[in-house]
Nanobody, 126 residues
Framework: QVQLVESGGGLVQAGGSLRVSCAASGRSFSIYTMAWFRQAPGKEREFVSGISRTGGNTYYADSVKGRFTIFRDNAKNMVYLQMNSLKPEDTGVYYC???????????????????WGQGIQVTVSS
């Protein structure tokens, strides 16, 4: 069982920055691929960014590439998403997720992820 708790969301003006964090329980954190998804009002949840077990490989949705950075601290069981140059279309509930598969790379598919946080609201005003 893995529990994920997001923090750091809030309201920010367009062009601003925000960092969301995800704290994971459990002693096997370092073997899990981690990802951030988001869901905007009236839309389906979408992949934002993912990071491999060691942090050596990162992946981003085209819409956030160059603006967002995902990183992790395995010693602290934490994964972060640094969001810069925020746009109103970045508004949504951001979810942290765990993929427990021990093979394969970072997936952008929701169904590959086993555990999810409760989500945290990020609102970008224009």
């Amino acid at each position: 069982q893995v529990q994920l708790v997001e923090s750091g969301g809030g309201l920010v003006q367009a062009g601003g920055s925000l960092r969301v964090s995800c704290a994971a329980s459990g002693r096997s954190f370092s073997i899990y691929t981690m990802a951030w998804f988001r869901q905007a009002p009236g839309k389906e949840r979408e992949f934002v960014s993912g990071i491999s077990r060691t942090g050596g490989n990162t992946y981003y949705a085209d819409s956030v590439k160059g603006r967002f950075t995902i990183f992790r601290d395995n010693a602290k069981n934490m994964v972060y998403l640094q969001m810069n140059s925020l746009k109103p279309e970045d508004t949504g509930v951001y979810y942290c997720a765990v993929d427990r598969r021990l093979s394969g790379g970072v997936s952008g598919l929701e169904e590959e992820y086993d555990y999810w946080g409760q989500g945290i609201q990020v609102t970008v005003s224009s």
